[in-house]
T-cell receptor, first 114, second 113 residues
């Protein structure tokens, strides 16, 4: 059973701080990694993806990947109240043969306090 | 606006009734997916379709069926609804089966009594 684990939170940070969201995965053969943001009552939307070890930056967001440790994280700099949402980690890997599967973690609820 | 349209947005259904959730995309994406999202369980894949004319089973397919007669439409049918199928259902699509960038519809909230 391939798993993606996230701390369910809630993670509470003050406005302007760095929010750090973490995710571990069990399938060492996983190939690509995604972060989705889901506002309450809304559908998930993709905010970041990363394929290679290291950091990838996009505006206030940085995704970090360490395949040796099977660990992926999302840093949000200068957190804003509008960043308050559930963040879903998703991992793309081979589920057998030529079948590939995107597995989602259960999500971390982030609250940014003004 | 291009994207995915789901219908209905909300439905209350008596147990034992048949229900079809509709999903239409206008992005000409090859792959489409149905997920259910439950508190504490996250998003779970029900069925998927890599291209028109093909479908496959996901993590929780029992009690559900799908069809993919053309590129744009991917309906999900509950043949005989049960209370455990109370959930929020999301339809999603991706440009190709191997693409991890999924575009989601707004969801259909289904309550089975």
């Amino acid at each position: 059973q391939k798993e993606v684990e996230q701390n369910s939170g809630p993670l509470s940070v003050p406005e302007g701080a760095i929010a750090s969201l973490n995710c571990t995965y069990s399938d060492r053969g996983s190939q690509s990694f995604f972060w989705y943001r889901q506002y309450s009552g809304k559908s998930p939307e993709l905010i970041m993806f990363i394929y290679s070890n290291g950091d990838k930056e996009d505006g206030r967001f940085t995704a970090q990947l360490n395949k040796a440790s099977q660990y992926v994280s999302l840093l949000i700099r200068d957190s804003q109240p509008s960043d308050s949402a559930t963040y879903l980690c998703a991992v793309w890997g081979n589920s057998g043969g030529s079948n590939y599967k995107l597995t989602f973690g259960k999500g971390t609820l982030l609250t940014v306090n003004p | 606006i291009a994207g995915i349209t789901q219908a209905p947005t909300s439905q209350i259904l008596a147990a034992g009734r048949r229900m079809t959730l509709r999903c239409t995309q206008d992005m000409r994406h090859n792959a489409m997916y149905w997920y259910r999202q439950d508190l504490g369980l996250g998003l779970r894949l029900i069925h998927y379709s890599n291209t028109a004319g093909t479908t496959g089973k996901g993590e929780v397919p029992d009690g559900y069926s799908v069809s993919r007669a053309n590129t744009d439409d991917f309906p999900l049918t509950l043949a005989s609804a049960v209370p455990s199928q109370t959930s929020v259902y999301f339809c999603a699509s991706s440009a190709s089966p191997g693409a991890g960038e999924l575009f989601f519809g707004e969801g259909s909230r289904l309550t089975v009594l």
